[in-house]
């Protein structure tokens, strides 16, 4: 059996309380090992004797290393290839913003820059959807909890991360209990996020988005919804035909009754698909009863994999102007980053670079947070 990482919580929690140690001393251990990656566990300070012989035996200060890190010309990109203890690997991005250039009353905005980490919650995915990559990978395993949260631990060594987006490989809601262990640990010492800067995005796992509240209580939900009509988005996402379109706005709608928050809807835009203005007013309609944001996502073309072609310039900025101007609905267009290492949305099918290469094909969704 595999040894558990330290940062899976469920784990180490369980292993605590069998051999009658408080689990409070989890947070100081993390502290540590967070600031010390290198440490062994008979290093840390200030523990209970009987403790460090059960984290010699049980765990590892880290399941995963850091294969490769990119840097994108933009100088705001940084793309970690994280190979996993079972050989896998998997991608984290980070994003930074500088929140001073936007304005705020006309004067600048207050704060810095800050750092969004994008992280996967799973090798491959299920879901199939025909403009990513990821999709073509087929589902290869879930990442444990303490899998997840060790992305955020290698990220923090290079930046401080004010915001998480579950939108890297893989659909969170279909590994729903490791994704909320997760989120628990990074909203606990000593990483504290708060829950209102972290997303979990989802294609529209029902059962778990009615569930996602009660467990997650204000952390964002992002739904990929992607066309405005059933027929059009089992076209390009085969599983929505498991959940029909009604029924995820329905599951929305007492979310979002629940969490008094806005939901982020992301619409990837595809040339002659989806992109219409017919298609803009049905978007519309069909979201005129929530409080949204709709992200527009310029399509990012993944090679031989892909049959479909970027909207143009126009063509976004139009459908973006009926949905802002004629029915009120704030509307955001995706800025694209890291697109030269490959760390832009629906592109992410890991392989490994070829030596001497700095290209890693990359990643599927990322959220800019609004």
């Known amino acids: 059996m595999a040894v558990k990482s330290i940062f899976d919580s469920p784990a180490l929690r369980t292993e605590l309380e069998k051999a009658g140690i408080n689990t409070s001393f989890i947070p100081q251990i993390w502290k540590y090992v967070i600031k010390n990656p290198n440490c062994k566990f008979d290093e840390i300070p ?24 990119l840097e994108s010309l933009d100088n705001v990109t940084t793309k970690l290839l994280v190979k996993l203890q079972n050989g896998a690997f998997v991608e984290a991005v980070i994003m930074r913003y500088d929140s001073r250039l936007g304005m705020c009353g006309g004067k600048p905005r207050p704060g810095g820059v800050r750092a969004t980490l994008c992280v996967s919650s799973q090798v491959g995915c299920k879901m199939a959807c025909t403009f990513c990559a990821t999709g073509s990978m087929g589902f290869k395993n879930h990442l444990s909890s303490g899998e997840i949260v060790e992305q955020l631990v290698h990220a923090s060594r290079l930046c401080e991360i004010r915001n998480i987006v579950f939108m890297g490989m893989g659909e969170p809601l279909n590994n729903y209990t490791n994704v909320v262990e997760a989120v628990r640990s990074m909203i606990g010492y000593p990483f504290q996020i708060s829950p209102r800067k972290i997303t979990v995005s989802t294609v529209g796992i029902i059962p778990a988005i009615k569930k996602l509240h009660d467990d997650l209580p204000s952390v964002n939900l992002a739904v990929s919804l992607h066309a405005p009509d059933q027929k059009l988005r089992c076209q390009i996402m085969p ?17 979002q009754q629940k969490s008094q928050q806005k939901i982020f809807i992301e619409y990837i835009m595809l040339e002659g698909v989806n992109d219409g203005e017919q298609q803009a007013h049905d978007l519309a309609k069909l979201l005129e009863k929530f409080q949204v944001v709709i992200n527009l996502i310029p399509f990012n073309p993944i090679g031989s994999l892909s049959k479909f072609s970027t909207s143009t310039d126009q063509g976004v900025v139009k459908f973006q102007q009926i949905l802002r101007g004629t029915y009120n609905i704030r509307t955001t267009i995706r800025k694209q ?12 099918v890991v392989s490994l670079p070829a030596k001497g290469s700095s290209s890693i094909t990359d990643i599927e969704d990322l959220l800019i947070r609004v």
């Open 46 to 69: 200030s523990l209970p004797s009987a403790l460090y012989p059960l984290l010699q035996s049980k765990f590892k200060t880290s399941t995963s290393t850091v294969d490769t890190v």
């Open 239 to 255: 599983t929505a035909a498991s959940f029909s379109l009604d029924k995820l706005m329905d599951s929305l709608h007492v979310f």
């Open 337 to 348: 980053m890291g697109q030269d290492i490959m760390g832009a949305c629906g592109q992410l």
